[in-house]
């Protein structure tokens, strides 16, 4: 396939069509996602953020057609059915959760834009919008070649989001030294920490120098002694920089098991993921500085505030994926004529809307994403 590299401003494309753009058709998008039941917030976000894009776009013959998929995978793929067959939907926004896509390949000719992050055991007609691994993985390689870190070590837990972090690294260029998996168990965490630092080691490294200064003849032994007793350990250790693959308080407890094991973000540089700026990180001097990548923040805050104006409380980070997929769409279907086909979702094509510039090739979609980090009490920017 011919391949379209394009760069475009969907914020602008969106809201700045002339009459002669449209199609005389209507051009009808499903939107499945949860509007009743324990998620129904969430969904009705998603339908809010759908209906901004929608205004912006200003095209009376552009539909979102919103269902209720109520987190289930049966009704997610009864709806869908309903949408496709009764009422020619070819593009459907959701579902949230990849559980929720469960059955969707039962409705092959319908593109899925899941709102979900993880690509791994995707049927063929999902494509995973949120920001994934892959894209955060792309961004702290970028990171660690910025600032000449070479002996990277990688924390993944052993949860259900292992095999998505492996299977990125495998897809992006990042040069790990070592890779080590821990259990989310703080009682069993501390433990597992201390051996991939070499504590043990370090802290007898200290115990035997007091020893020896001790012993010794030393006319400064005092106060050699005394910078001694300050310390914690002695010795280096074989990393410069640690990935830590966790979010909330499994963050937490990665750090501050490092900190017990004297390796504080004083002495080498901590990096998460994408952390969408949670404001306790800030907060937490332990953590700081902290660095992940994560969409543009400039753009997230304006959304929210937007968001905010028309439904009285900001927009969260769904709602906002949920915007730029809407309009996405838009292009791509414009880009061909109005003519819906599962080729515009594979040829490569690049935009740069609210979050930030991705791209889309082969059903999947990657952010080129921006770099914070959490410091001095707020977030700043680094590329």
């Known amino acids: 396939m011919k391949i379209l590299i394009k760069f475009f401003l969907l914020v602008f494309f969106i809201s700045s069509f002339g009459q002669n753009c449209f199609s005389n058709e209507k051009i009808k998008v499903g939107l499945v996602v949860p509007l009743s039941g ?7 976000s998603i339908l809010n953020s759908a209906r901004l894009a929608v205004n912006k776009i200003d095209n009376k013959n552009f539909v979102i057609m919103p269902r209720d998929s109520k987190s289930d995978p049966i009704e997610a793929l009864k709806v869908a059915k309903d949408l496709n067959l009764n009422h020619d ?5 959701g579902p949230v959760f990849k559980d929720s896509a469960r059955f969707l390949n039962q409705v092959s000719n319908v593109t899925f834009f899941s709102l979900s992050n993880i690509l791994e055991n995707n049927h063929s007609n999902i494509i995973s919008s949120g920001v994934n691994a892959i894209s955060q993985f792309n961004a702290i390689d970028k990171f660690l070649l910025k600032y000449k870190l070479e002996r990277t070590i990688l924390l993944i837990p052993n949860s259900k989001f292992k095999n998505e972090v492996e299977n990125a690294l495998k897809l992006t260029e990042i040069k790990i030294k070592d890779k080590f998996f821990y259990d989310t168990d703080p009682t069993i965490l501390t433990s597992q920490i201390e051996k991939v630092t070499r504590y043990p080691q370090r802290k007898q490294n200290l115990l035997d120098e007091i020893k020896r200064v001790k012993n010794s003849n030393d006319p400064n032994k005092e106060k050699k002694l005394e910078i001694l007793n300050k310390k914690d350990t002695i010795g280096g250790i074989n990393f410069d920089s640690v990935v830590i693959a966790d979010f909330d308080q499994n963050l937490r407890s990665v750090a501050t098991s490092l900190l017990y094991t004297d390796v504080s973000s004083k002495r080498v540089q901590y990096i998460s993921l994408n952390q969408w ?16 990548p994560s969409v543009n923040k400039k753009n997230f805050e304006q959304f929210k505030s937007e968001y905010a104006n028309i439904f009285g409380k900001p927009g969260n980070k769904i709602a906002f994926l949920s915007y730029d997929i809407v309009g996405l769409i838009y292009y791509l279907i414009y880009k061909n004529d109005f003519i819906i086909e599962k080729k515009i979702f594979n040829e490569k094509s690049r935009f740069k809307g609210k979050i930030g510039t991705f791209e889309i090739e082969n059903n999947i979609i990657t952010h080129d994403l921006s770099f914070y980090s959490a410091e001095d009490g707020e977030f700043k920017k680094i590329f």
Do not use: A
């Open 89 to 93: 939907v070819e593009i459907i926004v």
């Open 277 to 292: 700026f949670d404001e306790t990180l800030t907060k937490d001097e332990t953590l700081q500085p902290i660095y992940f």
């Open 38 to 44: 324990e998620f129904k917030k969430i969904g009705q």
